[in-house]
């Protein structure tokens, strides 16, 4: 038996575009209970071509949008395309963003509200940083690298570099202040058989 995965996209106007994400084969009896279902890497191919095709839909959508110029004001004409590599939660992704050129004073424009410097989405740099504080980076990474279909960063050096990062932008809480005259008569310091 098989099965087609498709995802159909329905526009404001009612049309509809559909695209074939993937198939999957099992046998037609339950003699190996292995064959019950998706298995991980065909839950994970599933999850990264879902990914790719809403992404490409929403980077088509963007494109559309015209800029004006920041200087003088007028409507910028599409100069050429560029890549742009997006780590998602759900797989690597490729952008594929306009530059533009106004024709009025020769100004560029990189587009309408496209973050510069961006290489992951927040959602996986969050779960990044709450797995590394949890688990010893090269375990976070290797749980990232098995669950998801994540396939950039895993190496523990980057997942600590990202940690670091999220924990810089987020907000800080209140720390509760100790006064500097309290001492203490001795420090314990206790760790896990992990360490």
């Excluded at 929403?58 to 599409?78: I, N």
């Excluded at 020769?106 to 949890?134: I, K, N």
């Amino acid at each position: 038996m098989a099965w087609i995965v498709r995802l159909v996209s329905v526009e404001a106007d009612g049309t509809e575009h559909s695209t074939d994400v993937v198939q999957i084969s099992r046998p037609d009896t339950l003699a190996d209970l292995a064959s019950l279902g998706l298995t991980l890497a065909e839950s994970k191919q599933l999850l990264a071509g879902v990914q790719q095709e809403i992404v490409a839909a929403q980077a088509r959508l963007h494109a559309a949008l015209r800029p004006e110029c920041r200087d003088c004001g007028t409507p910028c004409r599409m100069k050429d395309y560029r890549q742009h590599e997006i780590a998602t939660l759900f797989g690597q992704v490729t952008v594929r963003l306009p530059r533009f050129h106004c024709a009025g004073c020769g100004s560029a424009e990189a587009g309408v509200d496209w973050p510069p410097r961006v290489r992951s989405t927040p959602e996986l740099d969050r779960l990044r940083a709450q797995l590394s504080v949890l688990l010893t980076y090269r375990t976070a990474a290797d749980l990232l690298g098995q669950m998801f279909p994540v396939d950039a960063g895993l190496d523990p050096e980057s997942l600590r570099r990202h940690t670091f990062k999220v924990a810089e932008t987020s907000p800080m809480r209140s720390a509760t202040e100790t006064p500097a005259s309290a001492s203490a008569e001795a420090v314990t310091v206790t760790l896990d058989a992990t360490f």
